[in-house]
């Protein structure tokens, strides 16, 4: 069952703040995100496990209310490098890691 | 040295046709998967191995055969190829820990795939 992200598309100016959001139907063991540029492959950002955690890397930081089966991404004072599409990717008790449709970031100057 | 190498990067060629993609990781992970990307980017996952062991098949067409050799190594055989096999194929690879595969993907740079 493919998580859904909200919204679908965000245009910031540098040094604004943005939230990712990504919910599922189903319990989840394990929240992935990813963020690809364009022509590029999916990189890595972060994994948030089952318990509710908080996470941060550099600007960028993620909570999952695993009751709520939901993901956010906390994008803080965007930069120009931010630009990309930013994936959730859900696991519940397996090892399929499956993928919602994307949210695409614009950061312009 | 590339994580996670694809080879060929770019194939374009003629429906009705077969072709291969090969992947290779120098990771030492133990899981390695292929995903197809579309023209709306949506990351769909087709197959996963374990150790050489096919465990996850999603509803692909039987046209497409993955194959692992080692568990370096994902190939993907596509047969008589159809318009809509036309997307970005990318192989990734993982970390199973404690029972439970919770490790971050490495992808490799994908294989974009044009059927005319």
């Known amino acids: 069952q493919q998580p859904v992200q909200s919204p679908q598309a965000v245009i910031l100016r540098e040094g604004e703040d943005a939230v990712i959001n990504c919910s599922s139907s189903?319990?989840?063991?394990?929240v992935h995100w990813y963020r690809q540029k364009h022509g590029e492959a999916p990189v890595f950002l972060m994994i948030?496990?089952?318990?509710?955690e908080q996470k941060g890397h550099e600007k960028i930081s993620a909570s999952f209310n695993e009751k709520k089966q939901q993901s956010s991404l906390y994008l803080t004072a965007s930069q120009l490098s931010y630009s990309g599409t930013y994936f959730c990717?859900?696991?519940?008790?397996?090892?399929?890691?499956?993928f919602g449709a994307g949210t695409i970031l614009r950061v312009k100057s | 040295d590339t994580a996670v190498s694809q080879t060929p990067k770019y194939l374009v060629t003629q429906m009705g046709n077969d072709k291969s993609i090969k992947c290779e990781q120098n990771?030492?992970?133990?899981?390695m998967y292929w995903y197809k990307q579309d023209s709306k980017k949506f990351l769909k996952i087709m197959f996963s191995?374990?150790?050489?062991?096919?465990?996850i098949n999603e509803t692909v067409p039987n046209r497409f055969s993955p194959k692992s050799p080692d568990k370096a190594h994902l190939n993907l055989h596509i047969n008589s190829l159809e318009l809509g096999d036309s997307a970005v194929y990318f192989c990734?690879?993982?970390?199973?820990?404690?029972?439970?595969?919770?490790?971050?993907?490495?992808f490799g740079e994908g294989s974009r795939l044009t059927v005319l």
């Open positions: 990717g859900t696991r519940n008790y397996g090892n399929k890691l499956v």
């Open positions: 189903k319990a989840l063991y394990s």
């Open positions: 990771l030492g992970h133990d899981t």
């Open positions: 948030l496990l089952k318990g509710g």
């Open positions: 191995y374990n150790n050489k062991e096919l465990i």
């Open positions: 990734a690879s993982s970390q199973a820990g404690g029972g439970m595969n919770t490790g971050e993907l490495f």
